[in-house]
């Protein structure tokens, strides 16, 4: 056993999650920073071209987190837990098959974007030089999928044995990397022609596919706990199986988690722009909390995985609460200070004093509740590593069922009030916490009870 699995099974709990959750979250920021910059490179193009990358954005991210948390927790899982189990051999078999994968969905994304991204882009209301520079941007971006899905999901092989610093620094790289080439490709430095919005995706691509090859290399070597074979290859549908089961339901919670935006600002919408406005300024604060917990969440997946896999189901059940709580009172403290002082972030984006007064209404009433928020996301990660995540996944889409006919029934039976419309959300808040939290309290009384039927024949014999 190595030395890093060792520690993911022994050490104290809450100083290696804290240790370990840190270059993820600095992983975060740095993807925060590349979204940043692609639209303050692509801006001074002028409008339409910030419209055209505006639209190819959601697809992107769409990309991005499918292979890093729906599928990439599932990979990270699945390593972890042959390896807590001691199977090495099967550890090395996942990774490979694990890099079959990331060419098949890379090779889905390119086809189904390249194919129908112009038509997608015109029903989202691109014409002209809008859709033109939608079109420029994304082509590059989709053909060169195997490097965003390639980063991804080989970092996420590299976090399934516990070491996440390397994955981060990849990443961190990679996006300065592309800080640092865009702007040259875009706007044509020194003897370079000028390629406008493609010069984006190219700076992407090209600095992604320098961060995967990293993360290969490191893979090959004899240095990384799991090693990815090329040579007589022997493809098995059960591994295959084991991503899925997990992966797939991971990508639904994915596609759950943009659903509820789209169909919660159209509620919002009903009620006047002030109320539209407010909610997507306040939902652009929970895409910051959805980072904080992916951030703790990949390390959950890992220190949770490896214990179950080693047979140690009362510590994976203690990693996973500790993590949940962590996460909770992260997300809770955001929301808290936000409550408090809600001009704070509404002044980032507009001084329309009703508008503003709408989102400070919107932060007082939800912000507290982001804690059960937060709890809710961390517990989907801790189902991840023990790889049954069907039921919290069911949980997210509750919640958005919640939160949508709450806001429909505001808008319709209660005079169109937008405080119910936000104490909807906040309601959906909470209950998405307390039926994951319940979920992962079914699993330790499973586990307590099969602990006391297997002790049984031992009592007797005694």
Known sequence: MVARTKMLLEAQILPTLLRLSAPNVLNLLALAGLITFDALFVGQL????????????????????????????????????????????????LATHALVLTVALA????????????????????????????????????AGSLSVCALNLLGSIVRGTGNMSLPATAIVGSVLGHIVISPALIFGWGPLEPLGPAGAGWGLVISFGAGALILLAHLRSARSPVTI??????????????????????????????????????????????????????????????????GFGTTIVTMVGTNWGAKQQERALRIAWTGAITVAIACGAVGVFFAV????????????????????????????????????????????????????????????????????LATF??????????????????????????????????????????????????
């Open 341 to 408: 002082f809600p001009e704070l972030w509404m002044g980032l984006f507009t001084d329309r004093q009703e508008i503003v007064r709408a989102g400070a209404r919107y932060l007082a009433i939800v912000g507290p509740l982001y804690a059960f928020y937060g709890l809710g996301m961390a517990i989907y990660f801790a189902t991840q590593g023990l790889g049954r995540v069907v039921w919290t996944v069911g949980g997210n889409a509750v919640r958005v069922l919640f939160g949508v006919s709450g806001g429909l």
């Open 413 to 462: 039976s209660l005079d169109g009030d937008p405080a119910a419309f936000f104490a909807a959300i906040a309601g959906a808040f909470t209950v998405y916490g307390l039926m994951n939290a319940i979920v992962l309290m079914r699993y330790g009384a499973r586990m307590t009870a099969a602990g006391a039927n297997n002790a049984m024949p031992e009592r007797a014999a005694a």
């Open 107 to 142: 090779c889905f994304f390119s086809i189904v974007m390249l194919a129908g991204g112009p038509l997608l882009y015109q029903s989202m209301g691109g014409r002209g030089e809008v859709l033109a520079a939608a079109i420029s941007y994304s082509n590059v971006v989709f």
């Open 229 to 294: 074979g090329f040579h007589r290859i022997a493809l098995r549908r059960v591994h295959f199986a084991e991503f899925l089961r997990v992966g797939v339901p991971g990508m639904i919670n994915v596609f759950i988690n943009n659903l509820a935006v789209v169909l919660l600002t159209a509620v919002a919408a009903r009620m006047g722009t002030d109320v539209a406005i407010a909610y997507g300024m306040g939902v652009r604060l929970e895409y910051i909390l959805i980072p904080i917990a992916f």
């Open 46 to 93: 002028g409008a339409d071209a910030l419209a055209g990358l505006t639209l190819v954005f959601p697809w992107m991210m769409l990309m991005q987190h499918t292979a890093a948390s729906g599928m990439g927790g599932a990979v990270s899982s699945a390593i972890a837990r042959a390896l807590g189990a001691g199977r090495r051999d099967l550890a090395n078999a």
